[in-house]
T-cell receptor, first 117, second 112 residues
Framework: DTGVSQDPRHKITKRGQNVTFRCDPI?????LYWYRQTLGQGPEFLTY????????KSRLLSDRFSAERPKGSFSTLEIQRTEQGDSAMYLC???????????????FGPGTRLTVL | SQQGEEDPQALSIQEGENATMNCSYK?????LQWYRQNSGRGLVHLILIRSNEREKHSGRLRVTLDTSKKSSSLLITASRAADTASYFC????????????FGAGTRLFVKA
């Protein structure tokens, strides 16, 4: 295990279709994050899991977005009824709570680039 | 909305020169982190500074934090072409401090 992996790396879909992305965190990490990044901007927080519990969710996230981490290991992010505005890079990151309190160094995956036509 | 705002938005320097990037944020923080992003390696954590620290060093990196001004700076000394990347500051908010908010970043270009 050399890092956070994401699948697929690229996804092209038509407007209105559903898409699902997968993230495999570093195996010993109990924290997992999803972000969205558009060109020229920093990553935008979407949601956070500690083990299997979803503890934070951005208010920017519409009901079309849902994320799961059923066994506290890998996670999926689903976007229903995609819109052109959903086109972005979707990043996953993981970190461990078993370090010094307050330290939240996150390790990022390569991202899934979504293009909605 | 973004918590951290970096300044400048873009910076172009010659190899060997120092690069300074600034970050401002809005709410109280537990810590502030700097990340680098380039096409080759994605987003990589550089350094974390806690709210009770004023300065921290890591190799050619020097980070300062002024909680009274809600600002931080990242200094890269003796820059190299390989330092060409976007640099982001990030702060944690929300219950437990696990909602990480990134700024828009500073794009650094180091000319060889």
């Amino acid at each position: 295990d050399t890092g956070v992996s994401q699948d697929p790396r690229h996804k092209i879909t038509k407007r209105g279709q559903n898409v699902t992305f997968r993230c495999d965190p570093i195996s010993e990490h109990n924290r997992l994050y999803w972000y969205r990044q558009t060109l020229g901007q920093g990553p935008e927080f979407l949601t956070y899991f500690q083990n299997e519990a979803q503890l934070e969710k951005s208010r920017l996230l519409s009901d079309r977005f849902s994320a799961e981490r059923p066994k506290g290991s890998f996670s999926t992010l689903e976007i229903q009824r995609t819109e052109q505005g959903d086109s972005a890079m979707y990043l996953c990151a993981s970190s461990s709570s078993h370090r010094l309190a307050g330290n939240n160094e996150q390790f990022f995956g390569p991202g899934t680039r979504l293009t909605v036509l | 909305s973004q918590q951290g705002e970096e300044d400048p938005q873009a910076l172009s320097i010659q190899e060997g020169e120092n690069a300074t990037m600034n970050c401002s944020y809005k709410t109280s923080i537990n810590n502030l982190q700097w990340y680098r992003q380039n096409s080759g390696r994605g987003l990589v954590h550089l350094i974390l500074i806690r709210s009770n620290e004023r300065e921290k060093h890591s190799g050619r990196l020097r980070v300062t934090l002024d909680t009274s001004k809600k600002s931080s700076s990242l200094l890269i000394t003796a820059s190299r072409a390989a330092d060409t990347a976007s640099y982001f500051c990030a702060t944690d908010e929300g219950v437990g401090g696990f909602k990480t908010i990134f700024g828009a970043g500073t794009r650094l270009f180091v000319k060889a």
